[in-house]
C-alpha cells in the first residue's frame, strides 16, 4: 500500500467497507498493482466529529454493505470535503426502491409499472389497480430478500396483513409492482465512469436471480439497447459506478428493474474472464476523479 501513487499529492484513497469479500479483494489488488495508496476503513470502527474538516483522504470509494451507514458515511465525508464515489445523494437514491423509481421515471426510463402505498390498505387498493400477479417488495434491501410474489388478492391481503403488525412505520408503505412475464433470466450490466463494461444473463431456480443466491451468469451481448438503457438509468440516479438490472418482457421490450450503488461483480467477472477487468476499470476512474 505505500508504492508511489499514480495520483496527484500524497493522500490516500479511503475504501469504506465493514465486510472484506471477493470484490473487495479484487478492488485491494488492483489498488497495490497500480501502486495506488488506500486505506481499508471498517465502518463500524469509524466516527465523525461535527464540523472537522482535517480527512486524511482526498477521495472515498464507498463498498459499505449496510444501507444505513454506507449513506450516513457518505454525508459525513462529503461534509468534510472528500470526494465520495459513489455520491452521498447517489447512495441514498439508490438504497430506496421508490427513490429510484421516481429518479427512472422522471428521466423517461421504462420500468415496470410501480405504486407507493402509504398504508397497507392503500397498497391493497394500487395493487387492485395494477392487477395480478405482482410483487410486494421492501423499500430497502438486496439479493432479493422479502421479494414476495402475490398471485391474487387474497394472498395480498394475508402479506400485508402481516405487513400492518410490525412495528416500524416504513413497513407499513407498500411498493408493489406489476409481475413482469419474462424469461427465466435477468441481465446486469455494470457502468463505471459513464461507460459499460459488459453484461451478463442471470438465471435461477426462482425468482431471484442474484449471484449471491446460487444464481448463475452467463455473457450478454451488449446491444446499443442494453447500452443506451444502462448509461441512461446510472445517469438517473446519479450513479458513477452501478449495477443495472433489466428484465425483458414477453414482447422482448426491455425494462430497467432497479440500480444497485456497491455493485457486486464477481458472477460477471467470471462470465466476462480475460474481456473485462471490473476492478482495474474502477481504480481508473477513481484516479480520473482524483486529477479534476
Sequence with gaps: MSATPERPGDRRIAVLASRVGADEKRLFDAFDRRGVPFDHVDTRRQWFLAGQRDQPWSLALNREIGQVRAAYAARCLTAAGVDVVNSADATEVCGDKWRTTMALEAAGVPTPRTALGLTP?????????????????????????????????????????????????????????????????????????????????????????????????????????????????????????????????????LLVLEVNHRVEFSGFQSALADRVDVANHIVDHLLERAQR
Design 121 to 253: 390498505q392503500a397498497a391493497l387498493a394500487a395493487l387492485d389497480s395494477i392487477g395480478y400477479p405482482a410483487l410486494i417488495k421492501p423499500l430497502v434491501g438486496s439479493w432479493g430478500r422479502l421479494v414476495v410474489q402475490l398471485p391474487d388478492r387474497a394472498g395480498a391481503e394475508g402479506v400485508l396483513e402481516y405487513a400492518a403488525a410490525l412495528p416500524g412505520p416504513q413497513s407499513h408503505l407498500g411498493y408493489v409492482q406489476e409481475l413482469i412475464e419474462k424469461p427465466d433470466r435477468d441481465i446486469r450490466v455494470i457502468v463505471v465512469g459513464g461507460q459499460v463494461l459488459g453484461a451478463v444473463y442471470r438465471t435461477g431456480e426462482s425468482l431471484r436471480t442474484n449471484v449471491a443466491l446460487g444464481g448463475q451468469t452467463r455473457l450478454c451481448e451488449v446491444t446499443p439497447e442494453i447500452d443506451k438503457l444502462a448509461l441512461n438509468a446510472a445517469a438517473a440516479v446519479g450513479a458513477d459506478i452501478a449495477g443495472v438490472d433489466l428484465i425483458e418482457d414477453r414482447d422482448g421490450r
